[in-house]
């Protein structure tokens, strides 16, 4: 488990000592209590489909969950009750990981639209708020979460890039890479990071353009940035950019870790937020682009 900062007491006896104040996040791990604060919320999207037809069972979303799982389809539960029943026992007695497999699933049904799900992610996050996990949803993917700063820029720039889907792609791609807790990926989280930058430079450009094309232009129309600032992202990006970095093909894999993905993913996404908030003060017209 990881350290949990800023934790309060969330009850009586908490704040009065009878009892310990957590101070870890459950990471690797799942306690009775988040499990059935997960059902709990998952429950109200039973009630919700059920009223949504005669209780037939007749729900992509779940026909997809089911199928996920490589089980045969023929042997679905007939009623949405029934399903949720299995999902209850999932959520209760499944290796923490595959709880999360459940949470991502169902978010990414309300990412990608289903209504039968509007909302989940928000409900759900709660429960993962309250009981101290270490993970949060965002953009439809169950992504570690260090610091509750580093969540919002990456959910800030996915929110600043909604009209920017070159952008935005890349930085959903990032965000995609980096929650395969199997099989983590950080060079490719570094490259579609800052791609992502790259791709918010050529809107401010109107056409493709580097960094300090993009910085320049911004200078030009009255935007005032320190010059040291300007020296530390050319530095950044030069680093992804050299011989040996992250963005050239190479015989061996370049030396990122996980640790490096992260930060460049938070960096990367405040960096494009910030960008775009210069371009709207300067009145530059953003060309949306394609990834």
Known sequence: MTDAPNVKASNFSQQYG???????????????????????????????????STDSFDHVPLVRHWA??????????????????YLKTSIQRADWHHVYDLIQHFASEEHYGDTGFAGFSELVNGALEQHLSAWTIIDGQVVELHASTD??????????????????????????????????????????????????CGSINGKKGTLG????????????????LINGWKAIYGYTSDADGIRHASIEVPKSDVAMARYMMVSCSAFVSLLIKYAQEAGISLISGSP
């Open 18 to 52: 009878y009892e310990p104040i957590p101070n870890t996040l459950q990471r690797e791990e799942m306690d009775g209590r988040l499990r059935n604060a997960i059902w709990n919320r998952l429950f109200v999207f039973q009630d919700r489909l059920r009223k949504s």
């Open 68 to 85: 996920s799982q490589g089980k045969p389809i023929d042997e679905i539960p007939t009623y949405v009750r029934q399903y949720f029943a």
């Open 151 to 200: 969540v919002e820029a990456v959910r800030a720039a996915l929110t600043d890039t909604e009209g920017l889907p070159g952008a935005r792609h890349h930085l959903t791609r990032a965000l995609a890479i980096m929650s395969n807790r199997d099989n983590p990926d950080a060079s490719n989280t570094i490259k579609e990071a800052i791609s992502a930058v790259e791709s918010v």
């Open 213 to 228: 094309d993009a910085l320049s232009k911004l200078e030009k129309s009255g935007v005032t940035i320190h010059p040291a």
